[in-house]
Every structure is written in structure tokens, then in C-alpha cells.
């Protein structure tokens, strides 16, 4: 054991884990987290009461009565399920799962079944679950009528289960609240669905620190156990901001900085000062047309130069895009440089050792040649662009900003949007 883990161990045990809790995170027999704690001074208590806040029992109480067994609400809240059956008892709202019908209950409790008027039937008997009254009714052989489930449903469950289970609120109001919970989690079982694994206390921690630092890919070698859709989603179900879009974001005095000494510092000393990449400073200052002195120049003219001028890449574009857009498969607008044409202009002038003048009219008719042709040969070098309509155009940009685009960011955004993860609206 390290000592880095020890220390997490203790901040977890100072915090209310006991000695059975400890052993069943970090996977430790008791005698060996017992032998580290007595070398370090500390005796272990076998079993420390861990309280709940009050955040922990409001969640708990809900996704229990949506139809959360207390066996997962175990494994997503991390504490016994012991513990949590007694805690509900006490507040007064436990149900009893083998609960005793009275011939009088049953003829009351079949006229809203039948109706699926669950309003009424928790009104009227509040401590009986519904699970309860479906396995009664299914053994007295009394159907409900919107209980069945049709072939759309089941589509719908295969297609989301997997990623929405234990989010119990999320789940009922897919189905527009004509299942229970443990409906759903039935029908999942009998038709061989998997549920995840809820997310641990160390898996959040490692979330939160480095997804804003660190792509979806990267963050998969850190979350072994997490594939990068899965990933996403917990992201954007904590509001945690991507890496992409930290760089692109700024406040206003990040701003007001840029603007007062973008010809003091370079992009990369600004860079630093304020903690963003340089390429993100060349991007922003782009967008908000902050050229630094020697920028305000023939450099916009060159680009439309060669953006007038490069029809056979826009030809093979539309041609490899089959003339639609590539994402909604209707009419295209714009042809979209995935590789950034900025990028590639300033490869092209580097490579021809050409300094910007302050005028186009200044290049001769062989200089621009040159300049076109290098710009052609490196462009091929990039992939080929993409046809898109004007708002998924529009959208990109809008999340990405302008220049300084690439294919990280394309390659993002395609998955985000095939995954829904994005408004399109």
C-alpha cells in the first residue's frame, strides 16, 4: 500500500467510513488496512457511524419511492443496506414487501389497477408498494391496461437502459410514468440488459479534476472502467465543462488583459499569465478581430485569396461529402475546413520564408502563385472538408469558436452530436 493510498484511506475513514467500508472500497483484507493504521498510530473502530446529510436522504427518499430496492440504493449511495432500510423505518416511510391483502383492500385496489390510477391507489393505501400490488394483481390474474409493454418500449429501453440506470426520475419520465421503476428494472433483466456500475467516490474525484484538463480519450486511461460516452454523460450530468470548451471560454477581465497587451506579450506569455494555451489566445483574439500590430497587414486578404482560388478542393469536398450534409444527410450550405485554414496559411508562408506586407497589391503576380501553390500542396497534406448546413455550420463555430480549428474539436463534435449530447436547437 502506498502512501498516497493511505492517505486517501484515512481521509475516507475521518470522514465516517468504518473498517468493513474501507475493505469493501479499496479491495484490502481488514487485517492489512488494521496492520497500516496501527503503524501509523491510529486505532481502528470496526464500524463508524457515517451520517447523512441532508442532500443524501433527500436522494435517497426519492429514487426509494420511484422503486429503488434498497440493495441499489446500497451500491449508488455507498452505504449499507441495513443502514438505509433502518433509516427509512425510522423517518416512517419504509414499505414491507410481503404485505398481507385483506379481501376488502384487493376489491378497492382493483378498480384504480385496472385504470393504471396509481394517483389513487397511493392515496389510499400510502405503505404498500407497488410492487407489492402488481405481483397480487398478477396472481390474481387482474391486467393493467397501459402496463403491457409494446414493441416502441422496448426499443426505447434497449436503446437507453443501459446508460440511465439509477438516474430513477430520468427513467420513469422516459416512458411518460407508465412504468414503475422496478418495472423497468425487470424488463431490463428478462430481456438480458447489463446495467453499469454506479460511480464510486474516486471515479467522481478523478472526473472533476481532470476533465476540464484533459480530453474524453485521455480521461478513458484514467477510468479504466468507463468507456468515453459514459464518461460524457456523467460529465454533463455534473455541469463539468469539457477541455475544448474551458479553452474557449473566457471572462472579461481575461479579455480586457488580452486586448490591453496583445502587442506586449506573445500569445504564448499570455498564455501563461492567465492559465490558457497559446493557441487558444490566437483563436479567441481572432474571433474578436484583436490583431497585434504586425497581424494588421495583407494576412485577411491572402485567405480570401486562396479560399476564391481552391476549387478543386471544394469539388473533391462536396464529392467526398456526397453533395449533402454529412451529419443531417439533407441540403448543405458551407464546406467546412477541418483543419483550419488559418493553420494552413501560416504553414505555407513559414515554409516559403515570406514575410506578410502590409498590402496585397505588394506581392507580384509570381509571389501569389507561389503562395497558392504551396498552400494547395499543404492543404492535401490535411483532410478533405466537410459539407455542412448553415446552423450545424453555425453551431461548430459557436462551441469551438473560429480559427485555430481542428480535427480534435470535428471529431468531438461529430460524436456529441450523433449521441445527443449536444442542443441543436
Not at 457511524?49 to 436522504?57: V, Y
Request: hydrophobic letters at 30%; one cysteine or more.
Amino acid at each position: 500500500m502506498t502512501e498516497e493510498l493511505f492517505k486517501e484511506m484515512l481521509h475516507d475513514y475521518n470522514s465516517g467510513y468504518g473498517l468493513d467500508d474501507l475493505s469493501s472500497k479499496f479491495e484490502f483484507e481488514n487485517q492489512t488496512i488494521q496492520k497500516w493504521f496501527n503503524k501509523n498510530g491510529i486505532k481502528l473502530i470496526k464500524s463508524k457511524a457515517r451520517h447523512f446529510s441532508k442532500d443524501e436522504m433527500d436522494n435517497i427518499i426519492s429514487d426509494y419511492k420511484n422503486g429503488m430496492r434498497p440493495y441499489e440504493l446500497s451500491s449508488k449511495y455507498n452505504r449499507n443496506s441495513g443502514t438505509i432500510i433502518s433509516k427509512l423505518k425510522t423517518i416512517g416511510i419504509y414499505e414491507y414487501y410481503n404485505h398481507r391483502f385483506t379481501d376488502k383492500e384487493i376489491e378497492s385496489i382493483e378498480k384504480y389497477y385496472i385504470e393504471g390510477n396509481w394517483e389513487m391507489i397511493k392515496n389510499d393505501f400510502p405503505n404498500i408498494s407497488k410492487s407489492s400490488i402488481h405481483t397480487k394483481m398478477s396472481k390474481l390474474g387482474i391486467p393493467m391496461s397501459s402496463f403491457h409493454w409494446n414493441e416502441y418500449d422496448v426499443e426505447l429501453l434497449k436503446k437507453y437502459y443501459c446508460d440511465m440506470y439509477g438516474n430513477i426520475n430520468d427513467l420513469i419520465a422516459l416512458f411518460n410514468n407508465k412504468y414503475t421503476y422496478s418495472a423497468i428494472t425487470s424488463k431490463a433483466n428478462k430481456i438480458g440488459l447489463k446495467t453499469r456500475e454506479f460511480w464510486n467516490e474516486k471515479e467522481l474525484s478523478i472526473l472533476k479534476d481532470n476533465y476540464s484538463n484533459l480530453t474524453p480519450d485521455e480521461m478513458v486511461f484514467l477510468l479504466p472502467k468507463r468507456n468515453k460516452k459514459t464518461i460524457i454523460n456523467k460529465a454533463n450530468s455534473l455541469n463539468l465543462k469539457s477541455k475544448v470548451v474551458c479553452d474557449t471560454e473566457f471572462s472579461e477581465e481575461d479579455i480586457l488583459f488580452i486586448k490591453n497587451n496583445l502587442n506586449i506579450y506573445t500569445d504564448n506569455e499570455i498564455g501563461n499569465i492567465i492559465n490558457r494555451s497559446s493557441s487558444s489566445i490566437n483563436s479567441l483574439r481572432y474571433r474578436l478581430g484583436l490583431l497585434k500590430t504586425y497581424e494588421k497587414s495583407s494576412y485577411n486578404d491572402l485567405s480570401e485569396y486562396v479560399k476564391r482560388n481552391n476549387l478543386e478542393w471544394k469539388d473533391l469536398s462536396m464529392k467526398n461529402s456526397n453533395y449533402k450534409c454529412v451529419l443531417t444527410g439533407k441540403r448543405f450550405d458551407d464546406i467546412h475546413h477541418i483543419h483550419s485554414l488559418n493553420f494552413i496559411l501560416n504553414e505555407t508562408l513559414c515554409n516559403l520564408n515570406i514575410n506578410i506586407k502590409k498590402d496585397i497589391k505588394e506581392y507580384n503576380e509570381i509571389e501569389l502563385k507561389n503562395i497558392l501553390s504551396e498552400f494547395k500542396k499543404v492543404q492535401n497534406n490535411y483532410p478533405l472538408g466537410v459539407c455542412l448546413s448553415k446552423n450545424i455550420h453555425v453551431l461548430f463555430h459557436k462551441l469551438y469558436g473560429f480559427g485555430k480549428n481542428n480535427a480534435e474539436q470535428w471529431n468531438e463534435f461529430v460524436y456529441n452530436y450523433k449521441n445527443n449530447l449536444i442542443d441543436v436547437a
